[in-house]
């Protein structure tokens, strides 16, 4: 198992570009399976390991997955005829849920591993499924599948999505996109991924209204084709590595980001006195010589999203005062905050609540990250932390950053990977 080894206490300055939004393009990819004619490319793919399971899976259906360059993806899907994902590939992964939607639309039946993934609480797929059931299939859980079968093509119907589900809202949509009739998703999630997948669903020839906002209109139509499309920016790590440069009172920019999609997050990071720049694409955060503390309650977009908790979490573990970080849409997540403590941190947990009292310094320490966000935000109190930490559990950062070191590196910051 690999781990990073971090030299902390330097201050993190310069220029990084972050990646394609891997909850982009997840659902992208198997949205482009939807094509029963021509091919589509896809742009700005990030090559996570989620990333790389799921053009295996792909393969194994039939579809033709063929990387073009760094980060540019061929698909073509007009030979897909395999309903039953590879069971070893697709457990390991949460976005294999959206292969459902997909294998019930285009195929008429699906079989598909109970999704695996990071260790933040349980997510479940019940939501999916009475969706699935909404619009005509018949669903059942077997033999640690999800397996599902419907006469013809799926019914277009009314569907109020609990919790404004991300992983549901898109679904749905994939599925409701070869339809008959007209879906309604009522309480949809708002997500900037919700639209760039609604953006590639119309590119295709799809017929999606209304992403972004709480009520999304799918008129299905009877055959989609490949189309050109590129993934949107990752905003999940645009904000991790901003979140890097105030934790370790550096200046950094971030580069290939839409402001727009971290109002939130520039908000109370500007209230701990970090100082904010932006453009159209870019974002600049100016450390402060102490930060402040400040309270977090995670939200559905456009509130702080839940997957930058943990890393704000670090930082607030060195900001002046007491902060309190209520996450309102995962139990269990805040299990990192074990390591955060061997590392210094003065952090109480209750439940869904955790009490942060700002500590002076952190003095490094052998952690483990036991998921891709708990990971990074190891990595970050690592950087901070006086001394040499080593972070056990890698592979889970590499489910969501892509060579996180090389890009922390350029930065000017002491981390190099270790079998």
């Not at 976005?95 to 609480?121: E, H, K, M, N, W």
């Not at 109480?348 to 490094?364: N, S």
């Amino acid at each position: 198992m690999a781990q990073f080894v971090i030299e902390g206490g330097l201050p993190l300055a310069g220029d990084v570009a972050v990646s394609g939004s891997k909850n982009s393009a997840l659902p992208v990819l198997v949205a482009a399976a939807l094509a029963s004619t021509g091919e589509s490319v896809l742009e700005n793919v990030p090559r996570y390991t989620d990333i790389l399971d799921l053009c295996e899976i792909l393969r194994d259906l039939g579809v033709g997955v063929e990387w073009r360059g760094q980060n540019r993806l061929a698909i073509n899907a007009e030979h897909l005829t395999k309903h039953q994902a590879r069971y070893d590939l697709a457990k390991k992964l949460r976005g294999s849920t959206y292969l459902v939607g997909l294998l019930l639309s285009r195929l008429g039946a699906a079989d598909v591993a109970f999704p695996g993934g990071c260790q933040i609480g349980s997510r479940p797929v019940n939501y999916h499924i009475q969706g699935f059931q909404a619009l005509g299939a018949t669903m059942r859980l077997e033999h640690g599948s999800i397996q599902g079968e419907v006469a013809g093509r799926l019914k277009g119907t009314r569907i109020y999505v609990e919790r404004a589900s991300f992983g549901t809202t898109l679904n749905l949509m994939i599925a409701a996109s070869l339809a008959e009739g007209t879906t309604i998703l009522e309480n949809a999630a708002m997500e900037p991924e919700i639209v760039d997948v609604a953006n590639f669903l119309n590119a295709m020839g799809g017929r999606v209204r209304g992403a972004g906002t709480n009520m999304v209109r799918i008129d299905g139509v009877s055959t989609l084709h490949g189309a050109h499309h590129e993934i949107i920016p990752d905003r999940l790590e645009a904000g991790t590595y901003l979140l890097a440069g105030a934790i370790t009172g550096g200046v950094v920019t971030v580069g290939n980001v839409i402001p727009e999609h971290l109002g939130t997050v520039l908000l109370k990071l500007s209230q701990t006195g970090a100082q904010i720049e932006e453009d159209m694409d870019w974002i600049r955060v100016i450390s402060a010589p102490r930060l402040n503390a400040v309270d977090i309650e995670t939200l559905p977009h456009p509130g702080f999203p839940t997957d930058l908790h943990p890393p704000m979490v670090s930082l607030l573990a060195v900001a002046e005062g007491v902060s309190v970080v209520q996450e309102t849409i995962f139990e269990n997540r805040f299990g990192y905050t074990h390591d955060l403590v061997r590392l210094g941190a003065d952090i109480k947990v209750d439940r869904e609540t955790a009490i942060i009292r700002g500590v002076e310094r952190l003095t490094g320490a052998p952690v483990e990250a036991h998921d891709i966000r708990g990971g990074a935000a190891l990595v970050l109190a690592a950087l901070r932390a006086e001394g040499t930490t080593i972070v056990d559990g890698v592979e889970y950062i590499d489910r969501g950053y892509h060579a996180m070191e090389a890009k922390l590196a350029s930065l000017g910051a002491h981390i190099e990977r270790q079998a």
